[in-house]
């Protein structure tokens, strides 16, 4: 063999050891156990090597069980080279992606492992991908918010949410706040089909709903109000980012209002009546068109049942004051009543100086006679 033969099998050798090694650490990091994080191909967003099979594992840090994944950016040689994602402890599907796929999403559940595979032939390369995972307790992600100001989201926004969802979200008032403002800083769903509900939890029947396209400048107040539900439901069809919104208590105690945004996004109804559950049926619309002069006539009625009861006790209070100075005065006299009769017939019963039986006529009150009872001779005059 000669020197030439030799410096050729030494390149060859070392060619070779350099695959393998970038095939054994070029991968970089493929461990991963955050709530959330991202991973990318080797030498993204630059041309990936060729040649090169990586396997990345995603590991929940708790007992979350619903994975939320989605791709920022995609490019490889379509069929060629593939990136696969499957559940590891689940007999389901594997996901393949090839070619170009910009702002795909999707979700595992349950799931507590999932393997992301990156695979390369030996010629064409790209960008390669950029990866984001969130980990969640439950579909739509959290959904109690108690503070005074904050943000809500979409699930996997900013990327596209998932189809056939239904998420409902609660924003409480931290203490005595009972006014809300509410403004969009982004929203794109499917109009017509995809929507957010807002709505003031004492009154479910008057809906703030959304759908279309960029509501950054929607914003409005819902007040007096302690809590507030929001609902994104989705189809089965077309999906888009999503939205994501402000919120911010304050303390102002006003009449209920609803300030509708100043301009309208593509497809919103500013104000929208409907119940929960029963939009769709006849009864449900009756119930709508009826809620607010029902809620008046049980405050009106509420009202006055409330005077009517304060009424009865307070004359209850002064016949039992009157009654008790009456027997006081009797019993100053030294008379008692109870049986007796005066000379015009009319007996008393007690100390009540009324008469209830054999009275032959009527008679003003401040000329009654009493008889002493332990003196039955004597006679005195009470003047009541």
Avoid at 85 to 98: L, Q
Wanted: hydrophobic letters at 35%; charged letters at 15%.
């Amino acid at each position: 063999m000669n020197m030439g033969d030799r410096w050729h099998l030494k390149a060859s050798v070392l060619t070779m050891l350099l695959a393998m090694l970038s095939i054994a650490y070029g991968c970089g990091r493929t461990e991963f156990s955050e709530l959330s994080g991202s991973i990318s191909s080797l030498n993204y967003p630059n041309q990936y090597p060729n040649n090169i099979d990586c396997t990345y594992s995603i590991r929940p840090p708790g007992l979350h069980q619903f994975v939320l994944i989605g791709f920022t950016d995609f490019e490889t040689e379509a069929r060629h080279d593939t990136v696969k994602i499957w559940c590891y402890n689940v007999a389901s599907s594997t996901r393949t992606f090839s070619g170009q796929n910009t702002n795909v999403s999707f979700q595992l559940n349950p799931c507590n492992s999932v393997k992301v595979n990156f695979q390369t032939d030996g010629s064409v390369t790209g960008r390669g991908f950029n990866l984001i995972f969130n980990w969640l307790l439950s579909a739509c992600g959290r959904t109690e918010f108690s503070e005074l100001g904050g943000f809500i989201s979409s699930p996997n926004y900013p990327l596209q949410y998932f189809p056939s969802n239904n998420c409902t979200y609660s924003i409480k008032s931290p203490g005595l706040h009972q006014s809300i403002f509410i403004g969009f800083t982004d929203l794109d769903t499917e109009a017509g089909h995809d929507m957010i509900q807002i709505w003031c939890s004492f009154n479910g029947f008057s809906f703030l709903t959304f759908s279309g396209q960029n509501a950054s400048f929607s914003s409005f107040t819902l007040q007096p109000c302690t809590d507030v539900k929001v609902r994104f439901r989705t189809d089965h069809s077309i999906q888009g980012r999503g939205f994501k919104l402000s919120f911010n208590w304050t303390l102002q105690n006003k009449p209920t209002t609803i300030s509708s945004p100043t301009t309208e996004p593509t497809s919103m109804t500013s104000l929208q009546t409907e119940t929960d559950g029963l939009h769709d049926t006849p009864f449900g619309i009756l119930a709508a068109l009826g809620a607010n002069t029902l809620s008046l006539l049980v405050v009106v009625l509420a009202s006055l049942l409330g005077v009517s009861v304060f009424i009865i006790i307070l004359m209850s209070i002064i016949f039992a004051i009157r009654r008790v100075k009456r027997r006081k005065n009797a019993t100053k006299t030294g008379f008692d009543v109870r049986g007796v009769m005066d000379t015009r017939g009319c007996s008393y019963d007690g100390y009540n100086l009324e008469p209830i039986s054999n009275c032959q006529r009527f008679v003003s009150v401040n000329s009654y006679e009493l008889m002493d009872s332990t003196n039955d001779k004597d006679e005195d005059d009470l003047i009541l």
